[in-house]
């Protein structure tokens, strides 16, 4: 006699937060400050100011000179989930147990949901192998062992994703940009606190034998893991 069972589901969300933040208005990128004078663009800044993005028509201007930056980056996120299992009768005293199960999801978004500076993304892809194997022996009508093995993966990653920006490549052995900001405008340049990349893997293998005894009223149960 044999039992089987199989299933899958999926997911496919993209979901959109509307962030502000604030970048140099148009006069500031044309050194005119908000009380009208005009001053000289340094050389430094000349190179910085292209890489931030314009104002957006219609936001707000603010007194400092700054404008407002709305942006609407979306989070995609993907999952895959999938999982069979197998019931067998061996014989009147063995039967066969056995279940995989896969799930692999990934996430990919902005580096920073409050204020996404343009061209910097995350990518989280993260998975997980389940699988078990067991065999039940019925020993005499008062004994039972049970013996199983399992094996169990998990992996997590990150990757970031950064615009190519020669002006801020200060280390040159470098994939990315380096961290830039300036006071009292809300949108910078940055890689996550804890480094732009890493990658994680947990292996877990299982050897579980049980035996269970029943004596009158008294059931006794003995057993190993490895």
């Not at 140099?24 to 990128?29: A, I, K, Q, V, Y």
């Not at 019931?87 to 995989?100: V, Y």
């Not at 970031?160 to 006071?183: E, H, K, R």
Request: aromatic share 12%; net charge neutral.
């Amino acid at each position: 006699k044999t039992f089987f069972h199989v299933s899958y589901e999926g997911l496919r969300s993209s979901q959109s937060i509307t962030a502000r933040s604030s970048v140099p208005g148009l006069g500031l990128r044309q050194g005119i400050f908000p009380d009208g004078h005009r001053d000289q663009i340094s050389p430094i800044a000349a190179s910085i100011i292209p890489f931030w993005p314009l104002p957006t028509p219609g936001g707000r201007t603010f007194s400092d000179g700054t404008a407002d930056f709305i942006a609407s980056p979306a989070t995609v996120v993907n999952t895959d989930y999938f999982q069979t299992r197998l019931d067998h009768q061996l014989s009147d005293k063995d039967s066969l147990f056995g279940r995989f199960t896969f799930m692999d999801q990934t996430q990919t978004g902005p580096e920073s949901i409050t204020a996404p500076t343009p061209g910097y993304f995350t990518n989280v892809p993260n998975g997980s192998r389940f699988f078990t194997l067991s065999e039940t022996h019925i020993l005499s009508p008062r004994d039972l062992n049970s013996f199983r093995v399992a094996f169990n993966r998990n992996t997590l990653s990150q990757t970031q994703v950064a615009p190519n920006i020669p002006p801020l490549q200060f280390f040159a052995d470098s994939p990315f940009p380096g961290n830039f900001s300036v006071t009292g405008i809300g949108l910078g340049f940055t890689i996550g606190l804890f480094g732009p990349n890493f990658w994680a893997n947990t292996n877990r293998v299982e050897v579980i034998d049980d035996a269970t005894l029943t004596r009158g009223n008294h059931s006794i149960q003995l057993g190993g893991n490895f």
